[in-house]
């Protein structure tokens, strides 16, 4: 996902706006939930330069599929994130608040969107998604889906009190 931005030179002001769609790239998403690998993300970017480098900022929109973390059905989604980042040209030295490694660059006159919309994308998706907030899940003990059986429960006795519970039987013998 490398993009030249050779016609933007070293101009302070020279803008131009980039709207394509890209393949995504692999493990781009979270265990549970994330952006299919080869499928469509529309960008709608706008690449400006600016004394330090490049500036990169736009949304970003893909479709989101996983399953949700109650009741494992099958959830897809769009999601729009913003994007908003700094390549700097090459020997501008870096800001001291940030790592060197940190810092995007450009090189030999390209750069580099991929961990862009990486950080973009895998930080707004949920950890745990739901299909719904309300969404019940599945039993812990027999996995039925709780939706499908309201009233729906086990009777669990604690294993420390089955003793007593046998002295409370009607057909025991004294």
Known sequence: MTIEVKDLG???????TLREHVPAPSDLGVALVGVQEGSDIE???RLEAVHEGILVSGIALAEVTGECSRCLDPLAYDLQVNV????????????????????RRVEHDHIDLEPVLRDAVVTTLP?????????????????????????????????RWA?????AKPDRQN
Do not use: I, K
């Open 84 to 103: 908003q980042e700094l390549f700097f040209y090459e020997g501008v030295q870096p800001l001291e608040q940030e790592d060197d490694e940190e810092q």
């Open 127 to 159: 950890f745990q998604p739901v299909c719904r907030e309300d969404c019940q899940g599945l039993c812990p003990q027999c996995g039925v889906r709780l939706e499908d059986e309201p009233g729906h429960h086990h009777e669990v006795l604690d294993p």
């Open 163 to 167: 003793a007593l519970a046998d002295l």
């Open 10 to 16: 070293r101009s302070p002001g020279t803008m131009r």
């Open 43 to 45: 960008l709608d970017l």
